[in-house]
C-alpha cells in the first residue's frame, strides 16, 4: 500500500512538472482584428506580429522555434514592445538572435522597455539591434507606405528613463497633432487614457506579463505598476477611438512561472471601414 501511495505521489510530482514546464514553454498564438475609419484601404489586410517582454528567454536553438512560429504567419511588419532583455539576468545574445531571426521575416520595429534601462547596457544592445537591422523608435514618428498610401508608426521610451520623459511627451504631442492612422509602440499598458487623449487608433503594449497568473472569470492576478487584479494584462482593450493591444508576453522576470498563461505571440490584422 506504502509503495502504491509512493508511485502516485510521484506520478502527480512528474504531471506537475511536465505541467508548469509547458506553461512557461509552450507557444500560443492570439488573433486580433482591429478595424478603423481612419485606416487607408490599402492596409487593408495589413498584418501585424507583436513581441514583448521576451526577457532573453529561448525557444529553440538560435530561437529557431519562435522564428517558424513567426514565420508562418506571414506578418507585413513586427513590432517588438519592450524588456526585450532581462535586466536581472541579462544576456543579450539571445535577443539579438531573436531579432536577427523577426528582421529576416519583416521590417521589425522596437521600443525599448524598463529592463533594457535598468539595466545600464543599453547603449550597447540599441547598437547591435541597429546593426541587425532593426529600426529602433526612441521617441520618434516613422511612416510606412503601401502605394501611395501610409500610416504613422510611433515609439516612445520607457518613463523608467527619466532623462526622456520630455522627449516621451513632445513625441506624444506631435503624435496627436499628425494626421492620418496613428500606430503607437510603448511598453506600458497601464498609460492607456493619456494614449486614448492623444488621439492614437491603435496602441501595442505589454510590460504586465499577462497578469502572470490567470484565472477563469478574473484573468490576471497581478502585474507591475498595476498592482493585483490588474485591468490591462491581454487583449484588445477600447476607449472612445483608441485600441491598445496588451501583449501577455513571452518571457518571465522576477516571478519565474506562469500559470494558465502560456507565452504568446500577437497577431493583430487592420481593416479598414467605408467612411
Same mark, same amino acid.
Given at each position: 500500500m506504502k509503495g502504491k501511495r509512493v508511485r502516485i505521489f510521484l506520478i502527480i510530482i512528474i504531471v506537475l512538472i511536465a505541467f508548469l514546464y509547458f506553461e512557461n514553454n509552450g507557444l500560443t498564438t492570439t488573433r486580433i482584428d482591429v478595424v478603423s475609419e481612419n485606416l487607408p484601404k490599402g492596409f487593408n489586410g495589413y498584418k501585424i506580429v507583436q513581441l514583448s517582454d %521576451?526577457?532573453?528567454?529561448? %525557444?529553440?536553438?538560435?530561437?529557431?522555434?519562435?522564428?517558424? $512560429?513567426?514565420?508562418?504567419?506571414?506578418?507585413?511588419?513586427?513590432?517588438?514592445?519592450?524588456?526585450?532583455?532581462?535586466?536581472?539576468?541579462?544576456?543579450e545574445e539571445k535577443s539579438v538572435a531573436l531579432m536577427v531571426q523577426c528582421v529576416g521575416i519583416a521590417p521589425t520595429y522596437y521600443v525599448p522597455g524598463n529592463h533594457e534601462f535598468r539595466s545600464g547596457k543599453y547603449g550597447l544592445l540599441e547598437k547591435r539591434l541597429e546593426d541587425a537591422g532593426v529600426i529602433v523608435l526612441r521617441n520618434v514618428v516613422e511612416q510606412i507606405a503601401v502605394g501611395d498610401e501610409w500610416i504613422n508608426v510611433i515609439g516612445i521610451e520607457d518613463p523608467s528613463n527619466t532623462m526622456a520623459l520630455n522627449d516621451i511627451e513632445d513625441t506624444l504631442n506631435e503624435a496627436e497633432e499628425i494626421k492620418g492612422f496613428k500606430i503607437l509602440l510603448s511598453h506600458r499598458p497601464e498609460l492607456f487614457s493619456t494614449y486614448s487623449d492623444k488621439k492614437?487608433?491603435?496602441? %501595442?503594449?505589454?510590460?504586465a506579463?499577462?497578469?502572470?497568473? $490567470?484565472?477563469?472569470?478574473?484573468?490576471?492576478?497581478v502585474a507591475p505598476n498595476q498592482g493585483f487584479f490588474p485591468e490591462f494584462t491581454a487583449g484588445k482593450h477600447i476607449d472612445g477611438s483608441s485600441i491598445m493591444v496588451v501583449s501577455r508576453g513571452l518571457g518571465n522576470s522576477i516571478i519565474p512561472q506562469r500559470v494558465f498563461n502560456r507565452p504568446e505571440i500577437v497577431v493583430v490584422t487592420l481593416g479598414s471601414l467605408e467612411k
Open positions: %521576451f526577457h532573453s528567454k529561448e %525557444f529553440g536553438k538560435n530561437q529557431s522555434r519562435i522564428a517558424k $512560429r513567426i514565420k508562418k504567419l506571414e506578418p507585413d511588419m513586427i513590432v517588438v514592445t519592450g524588456d526585450l532583455v532581462d535586466s536581472r539576468h541579462y544576456d492614437i487608433d491603435l496602441i %501595442f503594449s505589454g510590460h506579463h499577462g497578469g502572470q497568473v $490567470r484565472l477563469p472569470l478574473v484573468g490576471g492576478l
